[in-house]
């Protein structure tokens, strides 16, 4: 069973930081994409910040220059370290995988997401 476990979030006043961490366990035997997608109320989800296998990225444009992606892929964890935050950024932040198992099975997976809030 593959699982993605998140951590961080919370609230924040405008200009803060934030760090989410998220690590996927159970039987991997490699993982391809992994990224930060995002769902503000009201709103459809989409992606906030994507980094490949190779460590290539990609931001969604309003979060460029002060979101920043990165993987360790000895420990299976995708890190998203957020500054200068807004209330714009406030959003249940979801974390994505796209996992091959044990089994030799790919998968799309998703993490049970997490609050962040940016309020004065």
């Known amino acids: 069973q593959v699982q993605l476990v998140e951590s961080g979030g919370g609230l924040v006043q405008p200009g803060g930081s934030l760090r989410l961490s998220c690590q996927a366990t159970?039987?991997?035997?490699?993982?391809?994409?992994m990224a930060w997608y995002r769902q503000a109320p009201g709103k459809e989800r989409d992606m906030a910040a994507l980094?490949?296998?190779?460590?290539?990225?990609d931001y969604k444009d309003s979060v460029k220059g002060r979101f920043t992606i990165s993987r360790d892929n000895a420990k299976n964890t995708v890190i998203l370290e957020m500054n200068n935050l807004q209330p714009e950024d406030t959003a249940v932040y979801y974390c994505?995988?796209?996992?091959?198992?044990?089994?030799?099975?790919?998968?799309?997976?998703w993490g049970q997401g997490t609050q962040v809030t940016v309020s004065s």
């Open positions: 159970g039987r991997i035997r490699s993982i391809n994409n």
């Open positions: 980094i490949t296998a190779n460590g290539d990225t």
């Open positions: 994505n995988a796209v996992i091959r198992n044990w089994f030799g099975l790919t998968n799309n997976y």
